[in-house]
């Protein structure tokens, strides 16, 4: 199942001036201002509310969840919190981000979110990956 939302719970208009912001940003877009870029533009880092999320999953007699894919502690612990059980949770594979969204998952990763392996480092979150003006 996908809950299907987008951006951090902005709003499509204030996700798309954050991803144009991100892009025009001096040195391009990098991890290392990928939440910087994002709170400067919605005044927030995060708009999303995960506790109501599982009421969802209560709804279709959901009890357990035997492979949970996804970065988000709010949402892992929304889930448990709700008395739905997690039988694994598994990082997002490497081979299926593509290369100009490693901005964010490094990013993330570097914040705290679940994954697999070290985060990256502070020179790692420095260089430019996202997609530029071209």
Request: hydrophobic fraction near 40%; include cysteine.
């Amino acid at each position: 199942m996908y809950f299907r939302k987008e951006g951090r719970g902005l709003g499509e208009v204030t996700k798309f001036l954050v991803y144009n912001a991100r892009r025009r940003q001096e040195g391009g877009d990098r991890a290392e201002q990928y939440f910087a870029r994002t709170e400067c533009v919605a005044g927030v880092q995060d708009m999303r509310f995960q506790e109501l999320m599982p009421d969802v999953l209560h709804w279709l007699g959901v009890r357990t969840i035997h492979r949970l894919i996804s970065m988000s502690h709010m949402k892992y612990d929304a889930i448990v919190a709700a008395g739905i059980e997690v039988g694994e949770r598994v990082p997002i594979p490497d081979a299926l981000v593509p290369r100009d969204a490693r901005v964010e998952m490094d990013a993330k990763r570097a914040a705290g979110y679940f994954g697999d392996g070290e985060a990256p480092d502070a020179a790692e979150l420095g260089k430019a990956k996202g997609r530029g003006l071209e």
